[in-house]
């Protein structure tokens, strides 16, 4: 059984569609781009917010900086609470508690909407430890909040064949996976999120799980 855990939260945990999709829109309008398909906006969930602003409409850096402002003016008062737990993510949480694994979260979100998140839907209580990236979201690749929470779980100081041992990250994304792997950890991908097909495998998930209870299973087995 793994004694410490990594999780990322949108597509993991939760799902963010509604609100991380029409808070993008509202940003895209503040810019003149009407964009009225919210699926075309999913590939927005789970990368840094500045770099997809910059891959799928081509923004320069600055221009995508400010964008990530005119975003979290929607998503701070209403985007965040857009939100839903997966079914069984509680009762997953409470049960890795029970055996006594440590758990973090390790999401590219800005770490205070992370924490206004879990604390509005009463999870916080099951996190050791929370990382995410700086308020106006830089110090936000995977690879980094990894690294952090891996720092703060006291994971850093283990010898790399314990790390792999003793060590999951959990994530729906490629960005998860590699950054998981950056740091000689477990990386389990989940099928129920936001990755494209063949994504996961690609990036080199040592596990995939098709669902919670299936999540579950995997962590806390002997």
Request: proline share 5%; with cysteine; glycine share 8%.
């Amino acid at each position: 059984m793994y004694q410490y855990c990594l999780f990322d939260l949108d597509g993991t945990l939760t799902d963010p569609r509604e609100g991380i999709t029409k808070c993008v829109q509202y940003a895209l309008h503040h810019y003149g781009i009407e964009e009225t398909d919210l699926t075309k906006l999913e590939a927005f969930i789970g990368p840094p917010l500045a770099d997809s602003f910059m891959q799928f409409y081509g923004f320069p850096e600055q221009k995508a900086w400010e964008a990530c402002t005119v975003y979290r003016e929607r998503f701070i008062p209403i985007g965040a609470y857009e939100n839903k737990v997966f079914e069984g993510v509680p009762e997953m949480l409470q049960q890795m508690k029970e055996k006594g694994i440590q758990i973090a979260i390790a999401s590219s979100k800005p770490e205070v909407s992370v924490r206004k998140i879990l604390e509005h839907f009463d999870l916080m209580r099951y996190f050791d430890v929370v990382v995410g990236s700086a308020p106006d979201g830089s110090h936000g690749t995977k690879e980094e909040i990894v690294e952090r929470a891996l720092s703060e779980l006291g994971v850093q100081a283990l010898p790399d064949e314990d790390r792999y041992s003793q060590c999951v990250m959990v994530g729906d994304r490629k960005f998860d996976i590699c950054g998981a792997k950056k740091h000689g950890v477990t990386a389990v991908g989940v099928s129920f999120g936001f990755a494209d097909e063949g994504e996961l495998e690609q990036a080199g998930a040592d596990y995939i799980v098709d669902s919670i209870e299936e999540m579950t299973d995997f962590l806390i087995r002997p």
